[in-house]
């Protein structure tokens, strides 16, 4: 059984470390033939919307997924004719746009901050007037890890943001200042069986994940958090693993936004989890039965960014382990995470100062 992954960044190489074990083997489309998933597969050297590599990918595997998210709709629904493509079209063209997301969320009685749409500069003086400011502007296609998204603090902020952005359609979003951030990652098989991961507490840096923490122990946000998702996978008809991110403000979720594949707020899973989310995407895909999403004890996971700590000392560290992506170092690039489990919240937030310090993040929440 041969999966095919459009995108061989650090996900797909994730899902198919995960997938040999299971007897499987992998095939990936990616403009760089020397990306992550090189290193443990072979890779069709193609863009994301080259209907020749594609097309190849189609005809070798026997399941399509992916790991990127900027893949056009058109594209992606050819391949979804001509061979088995998970999770679902309709899935990922919704995480597409940030509108259709959000108000997919509203549909579905997820609560958001408020939004609205901007299409022009008019729209967006309209929009601040009734949102008001601090607000959030965004673009709504291909905006990730912070980019595509401007603060707004004043009203001298607005044509600036407007015009750094690009003048694209987009939306505003009410500022929300929030306690936390917090993900759930669900996974769901065709048949509708569904298993979720403990919440995870998240910490950003420049719109970019720094650290998690799980188990996020709060039964109510975890229950609410689960009936949230359960409902989103059911309408869309999901299979594979989904994350909802969530701020929580007044000690409640809002959905900031969705993302239909395994989640970098998920990678304590490896070791922290009974079944990570990587082997629950694919068994899930495959639709064999899901792996237990128990946890092991206390993780933390703090993503290595532009350049990687010493293999020796982060080893050192009980309980500690270490990814590295094969990818050549540059500023703010992801490189690797290290996670750690331990017995207790206090070891494991131990343990994860001394990750962090060596990961060359600030010592912080
Ligand atoms: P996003 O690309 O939408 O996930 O945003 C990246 C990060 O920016 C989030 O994880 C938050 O830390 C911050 N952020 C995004 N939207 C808002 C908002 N409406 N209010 C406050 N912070 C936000």
Known sequence: MKIGIIGAGQLGRMLALAGY????RFVFVDQSGDAPGGQVGQIIVGAFDDPAALGKLAEIADVVTFDVENVPESVVSAIADRVRFLPPVEALATAQDRLAEKRTFAALHIPTPRFLPVATPEALELAVSQLGLPSVLKTRRLGYDGRGQRVLRGPEDLRPAWEALGGVPMILEAFVPFEREVSLIGVRRPSGETRFYRLSENVHHEGILAHSRAPFDDVALQSTAERH????????DYAGVLTIEFFVHEGQLLANEM?????NSGHWTIEGAVTSQFENHIRAILDLPLGETRCNGHSAMVNLLSNLPPLEEVLAIPGAHFHS??????PKRKLGHCTVVAATAADRDAALSQLLELAGHAADG
């Open 325 to 330: 992506y094969g990818k050549g170092a540059r």
């Open 229 to 236: 998702i359960q409902r989103l996978m059911d309408h869309l």
């Open 259 to 263: 993302a239909p594949r395994v989640h």
């Open 21 to 24: 074990p299971l007897g499987l």
